[in-house]
């Protein structure tokens, strides 16, 4: 069993820059793919970001590429999100989920899932 918990969110201003930080317990995250994904109240959980569990292979949505960067300190059993040039339309509740078989866009790969952090961009 792995328990997930999100933290570092918070309001911050638009342009501004913001680092979340997914840390695991129960068992070691090592060996596990970490995504991130977003949801507003009323729509869909939105793909953010994932990351392989050796840290080598990255994957972005279009929307946040270039702006955010996803790593990991396994030594830590810890992931982190760290949202640069913040918009907006970034607001929303971001959880992190474990992937024991490969990093993914899609939500239904994930097993274990956090209980979310909220951000909010304000203009």
């Known amino acids: 069993q792995v328990t997930l918990v999100e933290s570092g969110g918070g309001l911050v201003q638009s342009g501004g820059s913001l680092r979340l930080s997914c840390a695991a317990s129960?068992?070691?995250?090592?060996?596990?793919?970490v995504g991130w994904f977003r949801q507003i109240p009323g729509n869909e959980r939105e793909f953010v970001a994932t990351?392989?569990?050796?840290?080598?292979?990255?994957y972005y949505a279009d929307s946040v590429k270039g702006r955010f960067t996803c790593s990991r300190d396994n030594a830590k059993n810890t992931v982190y999100l760290q949202m640069n040039s913040l918009k907006p339309e970034d607001t929303a509740v971001y959880y992190c989920?474990?992937?024991?078989?490969?990093?993914?866009?899609?939500?239904?790969?994930?097993?274990?899932w956090g209980q979310g952090t909220q951000l909010t961009v304000s203009s």
């Open positions: 989920a474990a992937n024991g078989r490969d990093y993914s866009a899609n939500p239904r790969d994930y097993v274990y």
């Open positions: 990351i392989s569990w050796s840290g080598v292979h990255t």
């Open positions: 129960g068992r070691t995250i090592e060996r596990y793919a």
